[in-house]
């Protein structure tokens, strides 16, 4: 795994925006690279994302005890026993649980104070209403899109949107 230690509250939680950006690259984007690293004929492999905002399929470490918390353990024995939507679906609550456990582990050995965390709770909030806002945006571009190539006609009646 990578040896970088976040010691301040804007650097663990940089570390898991890059942690999650990575696996959710490789639940989505790159998925049909992530599907077949998955086999199930190979031993316990693991999800790892890192900071870097990159994705791994690996063995677990092999230190005793591991430097940081351990993601799911075999996430390749169930992908060809199930749907692959419900196999990538599991995978993502285990790998949501690892980046989870990361941050508490960082957290907890740095002993954050209050004033850390309420700190950290800001810029969460922050940059999930930017998000959203950037997710709103995108959208109304392109419902706007499709009423300029004629694609759709958009009335609004009773308070509501409705194709036409």
């Not at 663990?12 to 984007?29: E, H, P, S």
Request: one cysteine or more.
């Amino acid at each position: 795994m990578d040896a970088y230690n976040p010691r301040t509250v804007e650097e663990v939680f940089r570390d898991f925006k890059g942690r999650r950006a990575g696996m959710i690259k490789a639940l989505t984007t790159d998925v049909g690279e992530f599907f077949q690293q998955c086999d199930p004929e190979k031993e316990n492999l693991c999800l790892y994302g890192f900071p870097s905002e990159q994705w791994e399929v690996n063995l677990p470490a092999e230190e005793v005890p591991p430097e940081l918390p351990e993601p799911a353990l075999g996430i390749n024995f169930a992908r060809d026993g199930m749907q692959e939507r419900d196999w990538l679906s599991l995978v993502a609550v285990h790998s949501d649980a690892w980046l989870l456990s990361v941050a508490f582990y960082f957290g907890s050995r740095f002993g954050f104070y209050k004033t850390d965390r309420m700190r950290l709770m800001m810029v969460s909030k922050r940059k999930m209403r930017m998000s959203m806002e950037r997710h709103y945006v995108g959208l109304v571009g392109r419902i706007m899109q499709m009423m300029n190539s004629g694609f759709a006609v958009i009335s609004v009646r009773n308070g509501s949107m409705e194709n036409v």
